[in-house]
């Protein structure tokens, strides 16, 4: 048997754990369309841009929407299986299912809310312009602190992994001084 075809056994056996299931998703809806979506823009393929555009947005509604029923679907038997299959369905090219996603579902709900949805979007966008004037200093303090943070955490990283002073061949103990002394007296 080929190392993929047990890879995908494990992946779908209906005994697999959670973790591995939650993981491969994350993988597949995450992971992966980020790649896709860096090639999309770095090729500047507006083919490859839309199709990364209509994945996000299915992979949106689809997350928010299971922000709010996770703890009902987490009960429904094979439900991180069923969500997996989903999440391939809407990534790979050739079932195009994001595209069907949004223009049977997506398209026509925001086309008929668009005017309300235009509203909320500019009253969100005024609230946080006021959170942020009005909490500017605050903001820009933690700002700093996180940046002087991620340095310092990224430093003791580098001395970690590449330790000053030492080098990365050298396997023999440095001598003592004392041997220095006693090979002089004889």
């Known amino acids: 048997m080929a190392l993929p075809e047990v890879g995908l056994r494990l ?5 697999t754990s959670n973790l591995l299931l939650r993981t491969a998703c994350c993988s597949i ?17 507006p083919y ?6 209509l994945y996000w947005a299915a992979y949106g509604s689809f997350s928010a929407a ?3 029923a996770e703890k009902l ?14 999440l391939v369905w809407l990534q790979l ?21 668009q005017a309300r949805m235009d509203l909320i979007v500019e009253f969100v966008y005024g609230a946080m312009s006021k959170i942020i004037s009005a909490y500017k200093p605050e903001l820009e303090l933690a700002r700093t602190l996180a940046v002087k943070f991620l340095m310092t955490a990224t430093q003791m ?27 002089e007296e004889e």
């Open 11 to 15: 992946l779908l056996s209906p005994v």
């Open 29 to 45: 809806g995450l992971a992966l369309p980020v790649y896709s979506t860096f090639k999309a823009i770095e090729n500047n393929d």
């Open 48 to 53: 490859e841009q839309q199709r990364c555009l």
């Open 66 to 68: 299971e922000m709010f």
């Open 73 to 86: 679907f987490s009960w429904i038997p094979l439900y991180h299986h069923m969500k997996f299959a989903f």
């Open 93 to 113: 090219p050739t079932l195009d299912g994001a595209r069907q996603m949004y223009s049977s579902h997506l398209q026509p709900f925001l086309l008929k809310h």
């Open 157 to 183: 990283i580098r001395n970690f992994i590449h330790p000053v002073g030492r080098e990365l061949n050298d396997i023999e103990p440095q001598k003592r001084q004392v041997q220095d002394s006693e090979s």
